[in-house]
């Protein structure tokens, strides 16, 4: 996107081999992946591969059993002195994570907050704003995402769109670094992935980094810098989507993309 | 135009008419009940008004004796502090528990185990008699080491202090666990995306998970709440001049059994239809969110 972010800079996201497992099973073995500043990474594979699990390990709500994550240099949910790195404490990591957005598959507001209580709490109460500050930003935030009037209904009077829209307006507010999007379309009903689709697509056009796990092949096609494909737990392919997605040469990532183009058609 | 809509009305109207009816189902079992309960509850009122036991002007007179009513107002402040102890005990055990620390979540498994597992009532007498293991209560190092300050034992536990230790104690065992199920009814994806917008983990709890919690607790509190205000009788046996011990005083005076327990058995109904009115409101207020609300647009 940006010529500017060349390789000498640092990487916004650097996954330095990952290893994580869930009790006898191995989800993620060793992986390695980049995303440069201000790119657009998406992570696409069937089911089951670790791409969520990848993509908790970044904001350390999982914590992967070896490797590290670096966010923006700093490594994620672990200290390091001298030669070893020593996990850290919980209250520690959360101020890595208010740098870090996330936007969940079940949109997770919080159904006893209006929405634009949804929208503000973080930015108070973490990051000290305040309050007539906050809800200046959080209505423009709303505006943006295009729900302009419906900052003091509940969650659960709106659609599911409407809901994830919201959920990206509050991850916005907290002014990340990196956004994260953990298939933020996968809940919705196909006529309202669309109004997602293009709020993604215009802060993507703002220059924010952005890594998203999802299962729309096409839309993965337009918006990515880069695009990854994850099949048990490993990096099958990375490059830019033209040559992934167009050719690619391993088959476990030929068969995906024939199942996923197929479906989509 | 308006012609025309209301001669199809007429005209469903008649089509409806000439539809074939579906009458209710006879119900036998209404006929023969009703008139049953009703004679049931008329003999019951007539019981009630007619039986020379009950001595309705022995109640009447009883209703607002200073007695009882100091023991009304010792049954209420008993409640609310074994209420507030249990509550605020029990949220920081089911908080230990929830920890994921092996300690401290062995500590609140072991003290709900053993403070549900041993009656009330042994809990009560044991405190009372605390001066016969422990004659002095002492703040300090243990095994031998100095002491910081020191209370006798029987000075420092009346009553009062044994019902309250007794109850209370018991009831954060149950507390904790009503507030761990209702901690655990909350969706974890609430506390992630909590934790993901980078909110420390005791700001989770407090403004995410435990508003939400509440909808689950308070019910069950409710309940424990009504059932402590009648429990508290059970203090009587160490002594403390609540309701109960009021009127057993009376009736052990005058042998008016029957009005007197009457008269406990009224007050307590008060007290309960009070606090249940009381719980209806908290329960709305929690449930904010849950239900349509107005819309500014």
């Known amino acids: 996107m940006n010529a500017i972010s060349s390789t000498c800079i640092e990487p916004m996201v650097r996954i330095v081999d990952v290893w994580k497992n869930r009790g006898h099973n191995r989800v993620l073995k060793g992986v390695n992946l980049e995303a440069s500043r201000g790119s657009v990474l998406c992570l696409l594979g069937p089911s089951g591969a670790g791409k969520s699990t990848l993509l908790r390990c970044v904001n350390a709500l999982e914590s992967c059993d070896r490797g590290i994550v670096y966010v923006d240099g700093v490594a994620i949910g672990c200290r390091r002195r001298g030669d070893a790195f020593y996990r850290m404490p919980e209250r520690d990591i959360c101020g890595q994570r208010a740098e870090i957005g996330m936007v969940f598959q079940n949109f997770n507001l919080f159904p006893h907050l209006s929405v634009i209580e949804n929208i503000v709490d973080a930015p108070i109460r973490v990051r000290k704003e305040p309050r007539s500050v906050a809800l200046d930003r959080g209505h423009a935030l709303l505006a943006r995402v295009g729900l302009a009037g419906k900052a ?62 999802t299962h729309e092949v096409q839309f993965a096609q337009e918006i990515a810098d880069r695009v990854a494909i994850m099949t048990d737990g490993v990096i099958a392919e990375c490059g830019p989507p033209q040559t992934i997605l167009a050719q690619p040469s391993d088959p476990r990532v030929q068969a995906f993309l024939a199942r996923s183009l197929r479906q989509q058609a | 135009m308006p012609t025309r809509t209301l001669t199809s009305l007429a005209e469903r109207d008649r089509r409806m008419m000439s539809a074939p009816v579906i009458l209710p189902a006879p119900r036998i079992g209404r006929w023969v009940g009703i008139p049953l309960i009703g004679i049931f509850a008329a003999w019951i009122a007539y019981q009630v008004l007619v039986n020379p036991g009950f001595q309705w002007a022995v109640v009447g007179h009883y209703m607002l004796d200073r007695d009882v009513l100091s023991g009304i107002a010792m049954t209420l402040e008993l409640t609310v502090l074994v209420m507030a102890v249990g509550a605020i005990l029990g949220i920081m055990i089911a908080l230990m528990r929830l920890s994921g620390d092996p300690i401290l979540s062995f500590c609140a498994q072991a003290f709900v185990w053993f403070f549900r597992g041993t009656p009330v009532l042994v809990q009560l007498v044991f405190w009372y008699n605390l001066a016969s293991l422990f004659p002095e209560i002492s703040l300090g190092i243990p095994f031998g080491g100095p002491k910081f300050y020191s209370i006798s034992s029987t000075a420092a536990i009346s009553s009062f202090t044994a019902a309250l230790l007794g109850l209370g104690l018991n009831e954060a065992a149950y507390m904790a666990e009503i507030v761990r199920g209702g901690l655990l009814s909350v969706d974890i994806g609430q506390t992630e995306a909590s934790k993901a917008l980078g909110h420390r983990p005791f700001t989770t709890f407090r403004v995410i998970v435990l508003p939400q919690a509440m909808k689950a607790i308070v019910p069950p509190t409710g309940n424990q709440v009504i059932g402590m205000l009648k429990y508290t009788s059970i203090a009587s046996v160490v002594g403390l001049g609540e309701l109960m011990q009021s009127v057993e005083n009376i009736y052990s005076r005058t042998f008016e059994t029957i009005p007197l327990l009457i008269v406990a058995a009224l007050w307590y109904l008060v007290m309960v239809s009070i606090l249940s009115v009381i719980q209806y409101f908290i329960e709305k207020y929690y449930s904010r969110g849950w239900h349509d609300q107005m819309t500014v647009l």
């Not at chain 1, 659960?156 to 298939?183: H, Y």
């Open chain 1, 152 to 213: 003091h209904g509940y969650p659960r009077q709106l659609s599911g769109g409407q809901q994830q829209r919201i959920a990206i307006a509050r991850a916005l507010a907290m002014r990340p670094k990196l956004m994260l999007f953990d298939e933020p379309t996968s809940s919705l009903d196909p006529h309202l992935v669309g109004e997602v689709l293009e709020v993604i697509r215009s802060l993507a056009e703002t220059g924010m980094t952005m890594v998203i796990v």
